[in-house]
């Protein structure tokens, strides 16, 4: 396993999170969206590392927006990621990276692999053996996202947070 990870992490902005949800110090809450890319060489492990990936960002996540992210919710997203990437390691050859952008209402998921080929989505077959990985998705997360990209495409998921 080979990880390469791009930080677009925005600064502390000093705002602390308290019981109540209110503000512990005079300084604003964060304004951006906390943004992580992580890039990977296809190797094998790279599924749980990019879950490790999940992982580290949900903590930040809480911390710097006060986001609250039960175990429930990080085990969807855990799941959610592990399908996404899964895929494109089956079908395209391997993901290159995935990319995870959130605030305190909801994690966008994306992974992006070099295959120009759209995922199909199946319809829902109890007795088919597999092939159920963008149908997990789809009902852990509010939207997917498919978009071709220049050398090939990303597909993502919208996952809300409770409130």
């Known amino acids: 396993m080979n990880e390469h990870t791009t930080t677009t992490l925005y600064p502390a902005s000093g705002y602390a999170c308290v019981a109540d949800g209110a503000e512990a110090t005079g300084d604003p809450a964060p304004t ?9 060489d296809g190797t094998p492990g790279s599924v749980a590392a990019a879950r490790a990936v999940t992982t580290r960002f949900l ?9 609250r992210v039960p175990e429930r919710t990080t ?21 290159h990276a995935l990319e995870l ?7 966008v998921v994306t992974v992006h692999d070099t295959s120009p080929v759209a995922p199909t989505f199946l319809r829902p077959d109890p007795a088919r053996v597999g092939g159920h990985g963008l149908e997990i ?8 996202r498919i978009a071709r990209t220049p050398g090939g495409k990303s597909v993502g998921a919208v996952v809300d ?3």
């Open 32 to 40: 951006r969206p906390l943004h992580h890319v992580a890039h990977f």
């Open 59 to 67: 903590h930040r996540l809480g911390a710097e927006w006060c986001a």
């Open 75 to 95: 085990g969807d997203l855990h799941l959610v990621v592990s399908e996404l990437a899964t895929n494109a390691e089956r079908h395209a050859g391997g993901f």
């Open 101 to 107: 952008t959130g605030d305190a209402t909801h994690v």
């Open 137 to 144: 998705v789809r009902a852990l997360s509010r939207e997917v």
């Open 161 to 163: 947070l409770p409130h």
